[in-house]
């Protein structure tokens, strides 16, 4: 199956610094990748869809400018919490579609997740 | 706006029993329906994926089934085992996934 990974796999800053999550497909290529953020005992939520090539779209609700994205490669998206605060402690997982475009139908692996602990 | 829920929300069950978790949607223009298994403190893993145009799948001890026009999928595990404990989420796939907020399953030995 296809593999998605994710870097690093946990970090713990201090409270106003920034942290990068790097997200790959190892053995496929990925126009397109998605950002979720999980809160204990919560599901997933999507904070943003990243695509190769352009600016990612934001969910409503989510700070661009705070969450920043970059998609440089077909295989490489990565996401930095800017100013980062307490509140921003969550378990960021990454996802991709194998196939490219936005079919519906195309389905979409999962990296391993970033547990991020701010302090 | 999708909504996707699942019932219910923790389950346990003794090792050996067949269990049947829920999965309703409020939107049946869906693509596909997906159900994950996430360990804690892990990411996802795809366990099934139905097509919009299918009415199930299998895989060994898994069954999921779809029923597009009633909003519903439902995963059927046979003979349980304790490594089967987990947390198990559905995802309905439109523009995005949207995930229920998943059925929390222990096996008990």
């Known amino acids: 199956g296809a593999v998605v990974s994710q870097h690093p796999s946990w970090v713990i800053c201090k409270s106003g610094t920034s942290v990068k999550i790097e997200c790959r497909s190892l053995?496929?290529?990925?126009?397109?990748m998605f950002w979720y953020r999980q809160f204990p005992k919560q599901s997933l939520m999507l904070m943003a869809t990243?695509?190769?090539?352009?600016?990612?779209?934001?969910e409503q609700g989510v700070e661009k400018d705070k969450f920043l994205i970059n998609h440089a490669s077909l295989t490489l998206s990565t996401l930095t919490v800017t100013s980062a605060h307490p509140e921003d402690s969550s378990f960021y997982i990454c996802?991709?579609?194998?196939?490219?475009?936005?079919?519906?139908?195309?389905?979409?692996?999962f990296g391993p997740g970033t547990r991020l602990t701010v302090l | 706006k999708q909504e996707v829920t699942q019932i219910p929300a923790a389950l346990s069950v003794p090792e050996g029993e067949n269990l049947v978790l829920n999965c309703s949607f409020t939107d049946s223009a869906i693509y596909n329906l997906q159900w994950f298994r996430q360990d804690p403190g892990k990411g996802l893993t795809s366990l099934l994926l139905?097509?919009?145009?299918?009415r199930e799948q299998t895989s060994g001890r898994l069954n999921a089934s779809l029923d597009k026009s009633s909003g519903r999928s439902t995963l059927y595990i046979a003979a349980s085992q304790p490594g089967d404990s987990a947390t198990y989420l559905c995802?309905?796939?439109?523009?995005?996934?949207?995930f229920g907020s998943g059925t929390q399953l222990t096996v008990l030995p």
């Open positions: 995802a309905a796939k439109q523009r995005q996934l949207t």
């Open positions: 996802s991709a579609i194998r196939g490219g475009g936005t079919s519906g139908y195309n389905e979409q692996f």
């Open positions: 139905i097509q919009s145009s299918q």
């Open positions: 053995d496929f290529q990925a126009t397109t």
């Open positions: 990243s695509n190769e090539g352009s600016k990612a779209t934001y």
